[in-house]
């Protein structure tokens, strides 16, 4: 790793589907940010008047959060913040972090990632909610992106897969799969 790596880090879609061109992939983890579905979309998973609703994280000092960071080769770093600019224009702004790469004991080295983070004075942000509310609004919304019950169930099982735990996410999950004509999805 050289002082010139760009890192980037996602808790949310860019677990699953980071639609950028990246040299490196590994799961980490950023102290201090816990992840939440209070942030409204209405140009991906919902759309004006229906948003629906996708994570952001919130300075947490007691809290980690769990995701990917890529390692973006020099040469495509532009285009990637480009991009990502325009993905996450909907009330997010950049931060930088620290993502640990591994987990607890396992860390093997820790890198400096951009990070986008909705904050509560976005116009797109919903705030805290019941999570049988936030389970009814998802249920509902769908977008340019697909239907927002989707998101949530991608989210959740691409953290199974990294062996990584939230249990906001994964309570979301089983509200929604345990309601009626979800099925196992």
Do not use: K
């Not at 600019?85 to 009330?91: L, V």
């Not at 983070?117 to 609004?137: E, F, H, K, S, V």
């Amino acid at each position: 790793m050289s002082a010139s790596d760009f890192w980037v880090f996602g808790y949310g879609s860019l677990v699953w589907r980071p639609a950028f061109a990246f040299e490196e992939r590994h799961p980490a983890r950023v102290r201090g940010w816990r992840r939440r579905f209070w942030q409204g979309s209405v140009d991906h998973r919902g759309v004006p008047g229906a948003p629906g609703r996708v994570v952001t994280v919130l300075p947490d000092t007691r809290a980690e959060c769990a995701g990917v960071v890529y390692r973006v080769a020099q040469a495509e770093r532009a285009a990637v913040v480009a991009a990502l600019d325009h993905r996450e224009q909907g009330g997010y702004e950049r931060v930088r972090v620290v993502a640990r790469l591994g987990a607890g004991a396992c860390e093997t080295r820790a890198v400096e990632a951009l990070m986008y983070t909705a904050t509560p004075g976005n116009p797109n942000y919903l705030g805290p909610a019941d999570l049988d509310a936030i389970a009814r609004q998802v249920r509902s919304a769908h977008g340019p992106s697909g239907e927002n019950v989707d998101y949530v169930l991608e989210l959740a099982q691409a953290l199974r897969d990294m062996d990584a735990v939230d249990e906001h996410v994964f309570a979301l999950e089983q509200r929604l799969r345990s309601s009626a004509g979800r099925g196992a999805a």
